[in-house]
């Protein structure tokens, strides 16, 4: 999902610029009753250029794996349409909240993009069930306690395809970059890991914030103007460091 070309005269430059389905709530940690009403921005950005891209009304953002769905409000982000949600927490537990958006076409890669993120909760001190999937056909599980970690600590996630650990998958790492900070060269913009044999990968976050880990495993046709393309499906989740 992060290479687009272009050519200027003869000049040919590769430029590194991944698309992220990014899923931030107002917190993932509720603690009073002041911050029990959570705002989730969905939005399809490249996150740490903060840069924007238009993202077309998804087909919902759900809670659970019941999938009660959230009302669905039009916005701006970055200058492009975006979406939010907002969802009131009446009790303490653990919650977990994904989008199911539309198949977004990106001509430059010849590709669909399809990708599902979700984000964790936890609501006055409950802990339990964080590691427990939503059952979802591409999915990140959280092996590190996803709402309680500092910058310099180890993310550990599970990558499940159809519900079983997919080995050999590359997943995309960035930061949700609001301290403007400038990375080196482009490709120290999107962190890659892949996963072992177990579908389980690592990353120390280095910095405050929120990060997305984007694990990608292309499956399937879908047509466009009369010709099939592949899709590239991706099992997102963003885990914020203190």
């Known amino acids: 999902m992060k290479k687009i070309i272009s050519t200027l005269a003869i000049i040919t430059t590769t430029i590194v610029n ?3 389905l990014t899923f931030i709530p107002s917190t993932d940690n509720v603690n009073s009753k002041k911050q029990s009403t959570i705002k989730l921005d969905a939005m399809f950005i ?16 759900y809670l659970g794996n019941k999938k009660e769905e959230l009302p669905l409000k039009e916005v701006k982000k970055f200058e492009h349409k975006a ?4 969802y009131k927490i009446r009790r303490p537990g653990v919650y977990k909240f994904f989008v ?3 198949p977004y076409f990106e001509p430059d890669e010849g590709k669909y993009i399809y990708h599902v993120p979700k984000s964790i909760i936890s609501a006055y001190g409950m802990e339990d069930g964080w590691d427990e999937p939503l059952g979802l056909k591409y999915e990140i599980i959280p092996m590190t306690k996803p709402f309680s970690l500092y910058a310099g600590n180890i993310f ?22 609001e301290f403007g900070l400038k990375a ?59």
Do not use: C, R
């Open 100 to 102: 199911q958006p539309e």
């Open 156 to 177: 550990t996630g599970k990558v499940l395809h159809d519900g079983k650990p997919a080995s050999n998958v590359e997943v995309e790492v960035e930061l949700y970059n």
């Open 18 to 20: 991944a698309h992220f």
């Open 184 to 242: 080196p060269s482009d490709t120290h913009i999107t962190q890659v890991v892949k996963t072992d044999e177990n579908g389980n990968f690592s990353f120390v976050m280095n910095h405050k914030g929120w990060w997305g880990f984007a694990a990608l495993i292309e499956e399937g046709q879908k047509e466009y103007k009369g010709k099939m393309y592949p899709i590239e499906n991706g099992a997102l989740i963003w885990i914020k460091a203190y």
């Open 83 to 86: 979406w939010e949600t907002t």
């Open 46 to 61: 490249h996150p740490f250029e903060q840069t924007g891209m238009t993202m077309e009304k998804p087909k919902g953002i």
